[in-house]
C-alpha cells in the first residue's frame, strides 16, 4: 500500500506549511490527482487521517480533485481523454495507464503524447490562525 507513504509525504507538508504560517489549525487540505498515479483516494484519504489524528490537522476536510488524463499531438491538439472511450476497451485501472500510454489523437489519428493524468498535487492548505476573526 504506496498510499501511507505518499500520506505521509503530504502530512509533512501540511504541518511544515501550518508551522510556517502559525496555524492553530488545518481546515482543509486539496489535492489534484491524476486518473493515471494509481493511487486510490479513499485509502489515502484514511492515511491522512490517522496521521493527522494527534495534530492540529486532526478534523481538516481531506479533498480530492480527480485530474483526467489529457493528449498533446504534433497536428496541435492538446486536451483530455475520452475516459468512457477507453473504458470499454480497458477491463482494470492498470489497463487504462498502459492503453493511455499509446493513445492515438482524436483529430488526425497519430500517435500522441500523454501530458498529464499522473499529477499528484497539494493545491491548497486552509489554515486558521490565532490572529483570525
Known amino acids: ?25 488545518v481546515k482543509h487540505v486539496t489535492l489534484q490527482m491524476g486518473r493515471l498515479s494509481h493511487t486510490n483516494p479513499e485509502q489515502l484519504n484514511f492515511c491522512f487521517k490517522v496521521l493527522a489524528e494527534e495534530s492540529i490537522a486532526k478534523d481538516a476536510d481531506f479533498i480530492v480533485e480527480m485530474i483526467p488524463p489529457s493528449l498533446e499531438c504534433e497536428c496541435g491538439y492538446t486536451g483530455a481523454i475520452d475516459e468512457k472511450k477507453i473504458r470499454t476497451k480497458c477491463e482494470f485501472e492498470s489497463e487504462l495507464l498502459a492503453y493511455a500510454a499509446v493513445m492515438e489523437c482524436p483529430v488526425c489519428g497519430k500517435p500522441a503524447q500523454l501530458i498529464g493524468g499522473r499529477e499528484l498535487i497539494i493545491k491548497s492548505i486552509e489554515i486558521e490562525t490565532e490572529n483570525q476573526d
Open 1 to 25: 500500500m504506496h498510499e501511507l507513504s505518499i500520506a505521509c509525504e503530504i502530512f509533512e507538508q501540511v504541518m511544515a506549511t501550518a508551522k510556517e504560517h502559525g496555524a492553530t489549525e
